[in-house]
């Protein structure tokens, strides 16, 4: 045995036979190439142009490229969109199904809707991840594995222990190269790839995933200058890339799909992966197992980009708080009735009440950035389930007080 082989094979004792998988370098480069159209359920428009326009676009377009090119994977997320798909577009919902049941539409994320990072409360986050799930399975009979946020404007320390809570794997994004200044050093973000450690030491797999307005030429993408470009940012040889259309939905190109198709087939130094948005995780598990795995502990902010939009909009703010407080408020009081016997526990009429103002918990909605038309749609819903939440209160407490004897017998030494 010479001295390499013999060094080589201590390195490996020492490892734990670990050896390869620190040395990442060694490996042919991997791209996760992971298709996706991001749709803002109100921005410069209102929620009737969303329906109308957008989630047609997005459902119509992404079933002709599943049906035209067999490598071809697409990712979307938000529960209520799909409840939009099915409400409005039957026909096409159905469809669609069937590519979810084949794992080629992928539902990316995991909640009711792709909410901001910041405002909502935990309970809020969790519910908004129940939600999610709780559609996803009934419908699909599926459930989302991750965190599916590339355009919010901040992600708080809680959101990797929320996501743990749930169940979650991975987290993506591609806001934070949207920085003015560097954060970390010369960076704008800690690494590309790694994890994310919440505030009770949880943690989920983080991948940075660039530019979801990505639009590729009709070229082979195993040959992409910009793929190896982006592939040296992380020791591990690894880039994670979003590529499709942004804010008003719809889906990638052909010429990006095509590229897409020839760099799979492709024969150059980059192995092109078309990705679901939880592949990358997947193939990373079980998490402690992969030492070269950076760490991250603490909040992924932004410096200027959507910052002032945390005081625009108050009442916005105020209806939103009221419901979180108060929707609360009545599951505690129906919870304590039915466990009386006064009362059936409204499960349903809660649960649509809870879907109805979590929904406008969308980054480019509570956060206050929308036309103001978009509140017109925003507050009346926020109202409405500000009325069925206090219904629910007043009469879970009142068949509470009639369960109670409040009698006293009258004595004169009372006085």
Not at 18 to 30: D, R, T
Not at 118 to 147: C, H, W
Not at 277 to 299: A, I, M, T, W
Request: glycine share 8%; charged share 25%.
């Amino acid at each position: 045995m010479n001295k390499k082989v013999a060094f080589l094979a201590l390195a490996m004792a020492i490892s734990g036979g670990s050896f390869a998988q620190n040395s990442a370098k060694s490996e042919k480069a991997k791209a996760y190439l992971v298709a996706d159209a991001h749709l803002d359920t109100q921005w410069n428009w209102d929620i009737q142009t969303t329906i109308n326009e957008y989630v047609w676009n997005t459902i119509s377009r992404n079933l002709f490229l599943l049906k035209k090119y067999p490598d071809y994977i697409f990712n979307f997320e938000g529960g209520v969109k799909y409840a939009w798909m099915k409400e409005y577009y039957p026909e096409q919902y159905e469809e669609m199904k069937k590519f979810i049941n084949e794992g080629r539409w992928h539902i990316a994320g995991s909640s009711w809707e792709a909410s901001d990072a910041l405002v909502p409360s935990v309970e809020s986050a969790i519910r908004n991840i129940m939600l999610g799930q709780t559609y996803y399975r009934q419908e699909f009979g599926k459930e989302g594995t991750d965190i599916f946020l590339p355009d919010c404007f901040g992600f708080g320390w809680t959101l990797p222990t929320i996501a743990s809570h749930c169940g979650l794997i991975g987290f993506s994004t591609q806001k934070l190269d949207w920085r003015n200044h560097p954060f970390y050093g010369k960076s704008k973000h800690p690494f590309t790839i790694g994890l994310w450690k919440g505030i009770d030491g949880n943690q989920v797999m983080l991948a940075h995933g660039y530019d979801y307005n990505h639009r590729w030429k009709d070229e082979d993408l195993s040959e992409s200058k910009e793929l190896k470009n982006l592939v040296k940012r992380t020791p591990l040889n690894t880039v994670y890339r979003y590529y499709g259309a942004g804010d008003t939905g719809g889906s990638p190109t052909l010429e990006s799909v095509r590229a897409l198709e020839k760099g799979i087939h492709g024969n150059g130094p980059i192995e092109i992966i078309s990705a679901t948005s939880d592949q990358l995780y997947k193939d990373y598990l079980p998490y402690d197992k992969h030492s070269e795995l950076p760490v991250f502990d603490g909040e992924l902010l932004m410096d200027v980009h959507g910052t002032g939009c945390y005081t625009s909009q108050a009442a916005m703010k105020l209806y939103n708080r009221q419901n979180e407080q108060l929707g609360d408020a009545a599951e505690r009081a129906a919870v304590a009735a039915e466990w009386l016997g006064a009362a059936d526990y409204p499960g349903q009429a809660l649960s649509e009440s809870w879907k109805r103002f979590i929904f406008h918990q969308f980054h480019d909605d509570l956060t206050g950035t929308s036309i103001p038309r978009a509140y017109e749609f925003s507050w009346n819903d926020e109202l409405i389930s500000l009325k069925e939440f206090a219904g629910a209160l007043t009469s879970s407490v009142n068949a509470i007080a009639k369960q109670m004897d409040t009698r006293a017998k009258y004595s004169r030494y009372s006085l």
